[in-house]
């Protein structure tokens, strides 16, 4: 089990790098200034986190009303993940159109690559993690799928 110190490392190290990556990606590829980019990835985290703690609420008051249990399946892992970037999605999507003054389509590729580029990344940069600072009493290869030499 990874302690307290340990968690909020990964924590403050998963948004300081993520938002140095998306802003700096963000503004080459869609041709938008840096500061502007920032301000997005900035309410972008911001607005994740919190819509993060409601959404998790809201669906495990749902999965226990409708299945009486909160234990998840693979498939409802899925499920829950695409909902919860849908919804983050949605939130968004007003936002970006509104300020950076672009269309509601063009908001939208914004929009859904910033959510691509998230989750791709998420993926990443935990497996990194997990090689980088390796969980104490686990094997190498447990955590990272590489055999240990």
Known sequence: MRTTGDRIRHAI????IGLILFTLAGTW???TPIADMGV???VGATVAMLWNYLYNLL???ALLRIRGQLNKTVAMR??????FEAGLMIIML??????????WMDAFIMDFGYALFFMVYAFVFNWAYDIVFPIPGLRAKDQSGIKAQ
């Open 29 to 31: 590829l869609f041709n």
């Open 13 to 16: 190290s998963f948004e300081i």
């Open 40 to 42: 997005i990835a900035i």
């Open 59 to 61: 669906f495990d008051h």
């Open 78 to 83: 899925v499920f829950h993940s695409l909902l």
């Open 94 to 103: 007003p936002f970006i159109a509104w300020y950076l003054r672009i269309s």
